[in-house]
T-cell receptor, first 113, second 112 residues
Framework: GQQLNQSPQSMFIQEGEDVSMNCTSSSIFNTWLWYKQEPGEGPVLLIALYKAGELTSNGRLTAQFGITRKDSFLNISASIPSDVGIYFCAGQPRGGSNYKLTFGKGTLLTVNP | DAGITQSPRHKVTETGTPVTLRCHQTENHRYMYWYRQDPGHGLRLIHYSYGVKDTDKGEVSDGYSVSRSKTEDFLLTLESATSSQTSVYFC???????????FGPGTRLLVL
């Protein structure tokens, strides 16, 4: 099946620092999604991307749909303690079943106050 | 927040017993999904529904069945629970097949 490689697996940063994480695939994706999951909760959608090259912001978060359609990145600026959580990328592969999302294995973000 | 609730939120059961998890939505969305989340595997699709009484298998459907008799409810049944089904189960919904999926809060299941 489709595979998404998400990196880094974990990050430990100081409050105020910027964060960058990315997802790559060997296959082309039609949609890229970024979710955040906090302990004991379900994933919450942060940003959805639908076009190659698209750059979208949500507050301090910015995500881009790679021009090759095989990658996406998420940046968090000026991190704060409540940014702590696991960040997942997800994508809808081109040519696959329409309903099926492929998920990365997540980036665990820890922010030191 | 998407109007999705899951029940129960936590359950402990014994091997061999049947278990039913419920997902309820207030959004009237057509598409509903059941996932399991395990360390090292991430989120994996169990079953999917594209309408009342219309369901399809995901990548890890063995040992699970689903039913959807109403738009708002999607039930996941473990026919005879095994320890390998200890996991966190998430329900998700979407308006259309290619639309973004929104997740419920999850059910943590422990099979002893």
């Amino acid at each position: 099946g489709q595979q998404l490689n998400q990196s880094p697996q974990s990050m430990f940063i100081q409050e105020g620092e910027d964060v960058s994480m990315n997802c790559t695939s060997s296959s082309i994706f039609n949609t890229w999604l970024w979710y955040k999951q906090e302990p004991g909760e379900g994933p919450v959608l942060l940003i959805a991307l639908y076009k190659a090259g698209e750059l979208t912001s949500n507050g301090r978060l910015t995500a881009q749909f790679g021009i090759t359609r095989k990658d996406s990145f998420l940046n968090i600026s000026a991190s704060i303690p409540s940014d702590v959580g696991i960040y997942f990328c997800a994508g809808q592969p081109r040519g696959g079943s329409n309903y099926k999302l492929t998920f990365g294995k997540g980036t665990l973000l820890t922010v030191n106050p | 927040d998407a109007g999705i609730t899951q029940s129960p939120r936590h359950k402990v059961t014994e091997t061999g017993t049947p278990v039913t998890l419920r997902c309820h939505q207030t959004e009237n969305h057509r598409y509903m999904y059941w996932y399991r989340q395990d360390p090292g595997h991430g989120l994996r699709l169990i079953h999917y529904s594209y309408g009342v009484k219309d369901t399809d298998k995901g990548e890890v459907s063995d040992g699970y069945s689903v039913s959807r008799s109403k738009t708002e409810d999607f039930l996941l049944t473990l026919e005879s629970a095994t320890s390998s089904q200890t996991s966190v189960y998430f329900c998700a919904i979407s308006v259309r097949e290619q639309e973004t999926q929104y997740f419920g809060p999850g059910t943590r299941l422990l099979v002893l």
